[in-house]
């Protein structure tokens, strides 16, 4: 499974790149707003910087509704970097959208999926990546999880190739649970996923290593009567 980092920060995403784990990054523009990025110039060059940093795959996302506006904007966008994979909405125009650049062999995340026929649309229209919002689900009261395995299921009987990237990740167990499900790729806060790094038999056992090795230097080092 893939390692996404869902977030315009850029120190977060360095860290991220030098744990070694990164293989991508998302963003919108609620979490450019976040990092204080506004004005149409100063986000190009934010994705661009964020290019910068990691190797992967970065997704960009489109700000109209509209197919024309869409297809203005992917045009911008692509031209930024080769890692940039346009954000397209799930909605009528951004199906149509998919559709028509990735026949123009311009790669696509379809965000804002919260149905398995949301998802079915979004891969038979050719999308490289699709987001289901997992955590979103959970906040209304419905299991984000049964989504997961819901589009597996439909992409792996059909043999579509659009890859399962989930999105509104929250904690460490929903990275377990949609790599348990075979989501392709999931994309999370950096504080989500190094807490995959936390357990307390860890601390204790490493505590208890250290304590054992300065017993037995200070026994070695302990001079002869």
Do not use: W
Request: glycine fraction near 8%; charge should be negative.
């Amino acid at each position: 499974m893939k390692f996404f980092i869902d977030t315009a920060n850029l120190g977060h995403i360095r860290e991220a790149h030098e744990l070694g784990i990164l293989d991508g990054v998302t963003t919108n523009p609620s979490l450019m707003a976040k990092e204080g990025i506004s004005g149409h110039e100063n986000v190009i060059r934010h994705y661009k910087a964020i290019c910068d940093i990691t190797d992967g795959d970065v997704s960009a996302e489109v700000i109209s509704t509209t197919f024309e506006g869409m297809l203005q904007e992917a045009e911008e966008l692509v031209k930024i970097d080769e890692q940039i994979v346009v954000k397209i909405p799930m909605i009528k125009d951004g199906v149509k959208a998919i559709k028509y650049l990735s026949g123009q062999g311009v790669r696509t995340n379809c965000t804002l999926v919260f149905s398995p026929g949301q998802a079915l649309l979004a891969a038979k229209a050719g999308a490289t990546y699709v987001s289901p919002f997992i955590g979103r689900l959970d906040d209304v009261s419905t299991d984000g999880m049964v989504l997961i395995d819901d589009i597996r299921l439909i992409y792996d009987n059909y043999d579509f190739k659009t890859q399962i990237l989930a999105a509104s990740v929250r904690h460490p167990m929903h990275i377990i649970a949609c790599a348990k499900s075979g989501a392709d790729v999931v994309t999370s806060s950096l504080s989500a996923i190094t807490a995959l790094l936390k357990h307390p038999l860890t601390d204790i056992g490493l505590a208890q290593f250290l304590a054992d090795y300065e017993r037995a230097a200070a026994t070695t080092n302990k001079p002869n009567a």
